[in-house]
């Protein structure tokens, strides 16, 4: 009888344990398996290179998930624009990922400050070096302490000045009034370079410069043309001032949602996504040169930048120490 009773307890506990394990596994099942919505902010229009970038990654998320996950991108600022979203993206709003510029990330990561340093990079070979380099991949690592998560770095060409006056070499850019983005690097870069810089909201640029309340301003060449403010600003000086990528990110939160399956499967998306960005970039930037120069813009290249370097050395001797190991490696980068 004991032996009997025993039999049956042990049987009934052994069927209690499956039980318990059979329900955890079909809750992880189901975890894993639910269809999830993923909501993608883009400030830049719906034919931009870096909306190219976005819709190829939720491309590759929604093929390799089998559909499970979507990622849905809303261009043209629909959101809102670059700082709002990234701070809804932060604390975990309405939109769950967004494409921005690393200047932005300045707030969150000071890290990120080391691109708004002038003629840091010689060229795109040497950028993409670095942002490729385990030292350039932790930058993104790091926003994880702002409750983001850094998943790729997108092309955004070198930044250089555009003027509705003259501008041919660096003595013309002296006294001129100069719209930037609201990063103390650059502020001071400017006027080392004997100009006066104004902070002012991107979409307010080209009413600006019509008016008169700015004479220039600085941008690579598919964001010149494509905000049309060639059309107001003839004199282009490509001089290559900065150098400052793009960056695809999520809300931590929501990332750690996610199984290591699932990580992996839109990590690996994003990496993904960098060359078709990066292919997009190269066509529209060669069509942006091509629109302005048909424009009868008058576009200056700069072959020797070593004038310019040492206008702005103190801005980097002042700023550089925080960055010294990073701007040390980037030196030694071909």
């Given at each position: 009888m004991k032996?009997?009773?025993?039999?049956?307890?042990?049987?009934?506990?052994?069927?209690?344990?499956?039980?318990?394990?059979?329900?955890?596994?079909?809750?992880?099942?189901?975890?894993?398996?639910?269809?999830?919505?993923?909501?993608?902010?883009?400030?830049?229009?719906?034919?931009?290179?870096?909306?190219?970038?976005?819709?190829?990654?939720?491309?590759?998320?929604?093929?390799?998930?089998?559909g499970r996950i979507n990622v849905e991108v809303y261009p043209g600022g629909t959101l809102g624009d670059e700082n709002s979203v990234v701070s809804q993206v932060q604390s975990g709003g309405t939109v769950d990922m967004t494409r921005v510029s690393s200047a932005t990330l300045t707030s969150f990561n000071p890290q990120m400050g080391l691109f708004a340093l002038p003629?840091?990079?010689?060229?795109?070979?040497?950028e993409w070096a670095f942002l490729n380099s385990d030292k350039g991949q932790q930058l993104l690592k790091d926003l994880q302490t702002s409750n983001m998560m850094g998943l790729a770095y997108y092309e955004s060409g070198a930044r250089s000045f555009y003027s509705s006056k003259p501008l041919t070499k660096l003595a013309d850019l002296k006294g001129q009034k100069i719209r930037v983005q609201q990063s103390a690097i650059t502020l001071e870069m400017v006027t080392a370079l004997g100009a006066n810089p104004i902070v002012m909201p991107y979409g307010d640029v080209f009413g600006a410069l019509?008016?008169?309340?700015?004479?220039?301003?600085?941008?690579?060449?598919?964001?010149?043309?494509?905000?049309n403010h060639y059309t107001v600003a003839k004199n282009y000086i490509l001089d290559g001032h900065q150098r400052v990528p793009e960056v695809l990110l999520m809300n931590l939160a929501m990332w750690n949602k996610f199984s290591p399956a699932d990580q992996k499967i839109i990590q690996d998306a994003a990496t993904a996504s960098v060359a078709t960005e990066k292919e997009s970039w190269a066509k529209y930037?060669?069509?942006?040169?091509?629109?302005?120069?048909?424009?009868?813009?008058?576009?200056?290249?700069?072959?020797?930048?070593?004038?310019?370097?040492?206008?702005v050395k103190p801005v980097i001797e002042k700023n550089g120490a925080q960055f010294k190991d990073l701007i040390d490696y980037i030196h030694t980068l071909k």
């Open positions: 032996r009997s009773l025993s039999v049956l307890i042990l049987s009934l506990l052994c069927a209690v344990l499956l039980t318990g394990c059979s329900s955890g596994a079909s809750k992880e099942k189901a975890r894993e398996g639910a269809k999830v919505t993923i909501r993608l902010a883009e400030a830049h229009p719906a034919d931009y290179p870096t909306t190219d970038g976005d819709r190829k990654f939720a491309e590759l998320v929604k093929q390799a998930s089998n003629y840091l990079f010689r060229d795109s070979s040497q019509q008016t008169g309340t700015i004479d220039a301003a600085e941008n690579n060449a598919p964001s010149f043309e494509s905000a930037e060669e069509k942006s040169n091509a629109k302005i120069k048909a424009a009868g813009v008058t576009i200056t290249s700069v072959d020797n930048v070593a004038e310019w370097q040492e206008a």
